[in-house]
Structures are given as C-alpha cells and as structure tokens.
T-cell receptor, first 110, second 115 residues
Framework: QKEVEQNSGPLSVPEGAIASLNCTYS??????FFWYRQYSGKSPELIMF????GDKEDGRFTAQLNKASQYVSLLIRDSQPSDSATYLC??????????FGQGTRLTINP | DVKVTQSSRYLVKRTGEKVFLECVQD?????MFWYRQDPGLGLRLIYF???????EKGDIPEGYSVSREKKERFSLILESASTNQTSMYLC??????????????FGNGTRLTVT
C-alpha cells in the first residue's frame, strides 16, 4: 500500500461546480496535512494545510480531515478554469519529512 | 515572501559527467530538501537536511549526494550522471516546526536532461 494515495484522474468538473479531491494515508501517526497546486511546467504551490480533525476554510477552498478514517480531502467551490491543475496531497512522515501522493489532475470545463 | 532559488532552469549533461544543482533560500529555514518529479511517479525525496552539515537519505538517494555548508544553501550532486537521472529536480525548504510540520516552499525547479 502506498503511503499517500490519490486518484490520478483526470477529474473533470463544470465551471461553477464543486470539485472534490480525495487523499488517503497509511501512517496513523501523521499529524500534518497539506494540499499543493501544480500548474503544468511549474513547481508546487501551497494552497492549505490542516492539523486538526474537521474542516478548515480559506476562501473557495475547504480542507477536511478525518484521522480515524485516515482521509483528507480538498473541496473547491465555484470552480474556475484557472483551478485546472494537478493537486498534490502531502502528509508528514516523522518530524521533518513530507510524503506526497501522485496528484490528481483536475480540469474545469467552461 | 519566501524565496527558494534554483541556479538553473534547464540543464543538459552527458552521461558520466559530475553535475551540481544549487539551491538557495532566503528565509532562514532550518530544513532543506531535494525531490525529483517524474510522470506517474510523483514527487520522490532524494535527500534532506535539517541543519548545516547534516544530511539524511530520502527514499531514492542512490546515485546522489548532497552538501550543506551554509544554512541558506543546499547542493545536490550527481556523481556520474546517467540517463535514468533525467528528471525535474525540485528544491524546497521549511522551518523546523514542532509538533506540526511547517509547509514546504519550492523553488522553480531544474529540468535536467542526461544524454
């Protein structure tokens, strides 16, 4: 089992709809969870991080964490074509390292 | 704003050459990392460093070494480049936070081609 798993997609969502991206992880001791966005040919940029169970909202983005189910998700409301990118989930492994999922490619259709 | 600068955006090297990839960060971060990113394989950690002159192997250290002589600079060295090291290399840095990890900040990447 991979340490951090994401559906590679592509995930296609109409403009204005909610995009839902999911990530599962294997290490029950993980405490830090991150979502990065990566445009083609660019480096990853941080969207959100979450440390506690529940929801965390930042503008159109909501991160959801369920440690019991080892599941973290990212919701994007009112999806825009500029949200089309690959979304990477990252989870800490020990004190300093992050392990990344393979990423989900999201396409927002106008 | 955190700035992580990688010295080259594109590099083309020959098999067997010794290759140096340089990374500098300006935010006094303790931690620095080197990842490579390949289609279908995602981001894989090569080496990281949590302090000057300290280094830890990541998941795929074979064929690579690193150097951290100053806090702001972390170098990745390909001792004898091979074609299977053709990849996008990403440097990142972060604070040594506890108990929760602080986010990684990435450089723009170096696309290395070994011919």
């Amino acid at each position: 089992q991979k340490e951090v798993e994401q559906n590679s997609g592509p995930l296609s969502v109409p403009e204005g709809a909610i995009a839902s991206l999911n990530c599962t992880y294997s290490d029950r001791g993980s405490q830090s969870f991150f979502w990065y966005r990566q445009y083609s040919g660019k480096s990853p940029e941080l969207i959100m991080f979450i440390y506690s169970n529940g929801d965390k909202e930042d503008g159109r983005f909501t991160a959801q964490l369920n440690k019991a189910s080892q599941y973290v998700s990212l919701l994007i409301r009112d999806s825009q074509p500029s949200d089309s990118a690959t979304y990477l989930c990252a989870v800490n492994q020990g004190a300093q390292k992050l392990v990344f999922g393979q990423g989900t490619r999201l396409t927002i259709n106008p | 704003d955190v700035k992580v600068t990688q010295s080259s955006r594109y590099l083309v090297k020959r098999t067997g050459e010794k290759v140096f990839l340089e990374c500098v960060q300006d935010m006094d971060h303790e931690n620095m990392f080197w990842y490579r990113q390949d289609p279908g394989l995602g981001l894989r950690l090569i080496y990281f460093s949590y302090d000057v002159k300290m280094k830890e192997k990541g998941d795929i250290p074979e064929g690579y070494s690193v150097s951290r002589e100053k806090k702001e600079r972390f170098s990745l060295i390909l001792e004898s480049a091979s074609t299977n090291q053709t990849s996008m290399y990403l440097c990142a840095s972060s604070f040594a936070a506890s108990p929760y990890n602080s986010p990684l900040h990435f450089g723009n990447g170096t696309r290395l081609t070994v011919t």
